[in-house]
């Protein structure tokens, strides 16, 4: 069995706390991401590291009370996104790092409340997938990121309430996204694909009479595998 070597820490408790941390390689360079909370404040770091050296550590979120951050590694560049609130409103933001530069902060999408962002790459552009919740209802909403912006948001859940989402490109070039969603008697998982640019209907995946909730999904040969 391998073992991990030159385990290292990267953040120091008496100075901060750290929660969310996220990682993205590219070629020898290592890079990651954390929330950090600091003052009564949560703000988005972000670091590079290549073996025992860091290059570079920083603040990057937009100055709000930032919430769950991730990271992806794509075509060379380093791409972030997070939730993040700030004068009374929900933001899902994006940033990337690419040629040693920074883009400025994207706001993909405002409302009142927005949680839960995942990156993944579909047709080898990368996207963005996040919960909107309002009063009574919530959504799974994804859109394309480019180094110009951020794209046009389209609702792909269908069930009122839809929380967690997550999305992959399957092993057949189908587009998969799973999620949980309450159907006014339980929490069950839901899925759907789009094919083609055709989105399939929205099945129900967990067949107990459990709660299901917190999905994952990964890429298989012949699609994608869910699971909660």
Same mark, same amino acid.
């Given at each position: 069995m391998e073992q991990i070597q030159n385990n290292q820490v990267i953040t120091n408790y008496h100075r901060e706390n750290a929660q969310f941390p996220g990682i993205a390689l590219d070629g020898s360079l290592v890079y990651l991401c954390w929330q950090r909370f600091v003052d009564r404040h949560d703000s988005l770091m972000a670091c590079c590291r290549q073996g025992d050296q860091v290059l570079w550590e920083t603040e990057i979120s937009d100055g709000g009370e930032v919430l769950h951050p991730v990271i992806l590694s794509h075509n060379g560049t380093i791409w972030y996104a997070w939730a993040e609130y700030a004068r009374e409103s929900w933001r899902i933001l994006a940033r990337y790092f690419r040629d040693g530069q920074w883009s400025q902060v994207m706001?993909?999408?405002?409302? +009142?409340? #927005?949680?839960?962002?995942? #990156?993944?790459?579909?047709?080898?552009?990368?996207?963005?997938?996040?919960? !909107?919740?309002?009063?009574?209802? &919530?959504?799974?909403? #994804?859109? &394309? *990121?480019? *180094? !110009?912006?951020?794209? +046009?948001?389209?609702?792909?859940?269908?069930?009122? +309430?839809?929380?967690?989402?997550?999305?992959? +490109?399957?092993?057949?070039?189908? *587009?998969y996204v799973a999620y949980d969603g309450f159907d006014g008697k339980q929490y069950k998982l839901f899925a759907r694909a789009c094919t083609g640019g055709v989105w399939g209907e929205e099945i129900v995946v967990s067949q107990s009479g459990d709660w299901a909730s917190t999905p994952w999904i990964a890429a298989m040969p012949g699609g994608a595998v869910v699971g909660w």
């Open positions: 706001t993909v999408a405002a409302d +009142e409340a #927005l949680f839960f962002p995942r #990156l993944f790459v579909w047709q080898d552009q990368v996207h963005v997938i996040w919960t !909107e919740q309002h009063k009574g209802s &919530a959504a799974a909403v #994804l859109c &394309a *990121l480019s *180094l !110009e912006g951020a794209g +046009e948001a389209q609702t792909v859940s269908v069930i009122p +309430e839809a929380y967690r989402a997550c999305a992959i +490109e399957g092993g057949d070039g189908s *587009l």
